[in-house]
């Protein structure tokens, strides 16, 4: 691997003494966008992974404010791969987090040359090392099945939870389906409608009797499969393994799949690198400047519940984001038509053994119950 400074110096040097010949035009171009990039923002973290004969094999690149982003909200990673970007057919990868208003943010871009092991290992292992500094706070990683992607991120974040994103899931599951199931359509339909039930569990009961279902329905070959790459897996894909987590209610990749879908007018296949990551750029300066917007316009806008006289619900809705706030001020007004705390819960003022508290880590209605009834200032600021 070797940073851009190497890699100019190294290609000057051969301009030097071979004339250019070697560099060929398309990573010339390459290189010349990643300087102007660098140029405009110093701070950028700029990677030219390369392999022992000097071809390279990734590009990676985080802004410094994506950096900054990923710096806020470390807590759980979304990545995707999407294709078709560029002439050379190298992969984009997207790493991505949610900020405090619900919105996908960018943490990370990577080309690859290919996506294999070796080579997901380096880029992983790059974005990593970028970002060393909140690396224990990465707690759980949204992927779409690739079993190794998989195992290479849990080479280089082993503490880290790694989920199957819900939809990929899905989509998984009803093609399996259509491949190893008994032609009978009402089979398949029940076959559809149990595995997506699996992927919203809230208990183990409630799956191990979805499970019990899906063996009256499907074929043995079916079952084998979904033995062997679901049910006795290490994978966390159950609704009810999913809310242990902190995932600040996210359950897919969507956010990568819809940033994929901005990016699309831009790139396509036709385009040379240099001109796929100018486009790149092009992007990531119009979202600082939507985020920028939004900053403002959180900042300039005071916000208010109307008819509301509850001092609790002002302190949360003046403190929070309109996103942030809308999901506390259900937990609080769930907690006022409570009577008594429920049973399987272990709640403290300050934490609960809820799905709501353990994935998002803001205050649940057990929590807001329990203060109200020991005399407790119901939100803190
Ligand atoms: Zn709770």
New binding site residues.
Partial sequence: MRTLDQMRKEAAGDLETIDGAEVSADVQELLDELENTRKNDPEAKIIVGTDPDDQITFVFWASSEMQSDFKSFPEVLSIDNTYNTNKVKMPLTGFLCQDKFGHGKVAAWTLLRDEKKTTLHDAFLTFVETYASVKDKIRTVFVDKDMNEIMRLKEVLPDADVVVCRFHSGEIFKRQIDKKFDKDENKRVKGREVTKKMLSTECEEEYTKLYEELKTVASDPFMKYFDDNWHNSKLVWKGHERLQLVTFGVTTTNNNESLHGKLKPLLNKRRSLGNCFAKLRLYQQNDVNRSRMREFNNFAKVPYVCKNTDPTIRDIVSVCTPFVSNLIRQEYSSSLKMDALPGP?N?DIDK?T?A??RSRGFP????FFSRRLKGKQCFNR
């Fill in positions: 819960y709640v609960c809820c709501f508290y649940c209605c057990h929590m």
